[in-house]
């Protein structure tokens, strides 16, 4: 099943794309960020692959969360309740190897994203099984390098 432009506006979903060097970034639309057309044509395959992180993927990886993305963040970084529970999904995945972004959601949808936590060691998408390896190769961001961006911007979501 598709997913509408109705479920974009009051859902936050998760996606994940493929960097240039072949890395993984998991994306937090927040119900502002920008998503791909390929997330878009399929529920199930967006579940499967958020499935896949969440209950198969050791949280082993050492992660670090990005100095700046209070900077960024609709929440207080005076509140220790508040920041633990926001930051503990962007760490989460960044534990599983990923490279975690937040959308901004101070303008109108669809928003760019900005870095919240990355690993110390990156998972590659060699590194996955290949019925997981083939879903996520459908959302290439080829003009981006995770490891070198702290933002990607909605145009170079396609």
């Known amino acids: 099943m598709k997913i509408s432009d109705e479920v974009l506006e009051v859902s936050d979903l998760d996606w994940f794309a493929v960097d240039q060097n072949g890395f993984l970034g998991h994306f937090a639309t927040g119900r502002f960020g920008s998503v791909p057309k390929s997330i878009l044509e399929s529920k199930e395959l967006l579940q499967e692959i958020e499935d896949y992180f969440r209950k198969h993927v050791p949280k082993t990886k050492q992660s670090t969360i990005h100095p700046k993305w209070s900077d960024n963040a609709d929440i207080d970084p005076k509140d220790s309740r508040s920041v633990n529970m926001y930051l503990n ?35 590659s998408i060699e590194d996955l099984p290949d019925n997981i390896r083939q879903m996520i190769e459908r959302t290439p961001l080829p003009d981006v390098s995770f490891r070198f961006a702290s933002e990607i911007v909605s145009d170079k979501i396609i």
Do not use: H, I
């Not at 990923?98 to 060691?121: C, E, H, I, K």
């Open 89 to 123: 999904d962007f760490k989460q995945m960044a534990s599983c190897g990923l490279y975690s972004y937040d959308a901004y959601n101070t303008g109108p949808r669809p928003s760019s994203y900005f870095l919240v936590a990355f690993p110390d060691m990156p998972l």
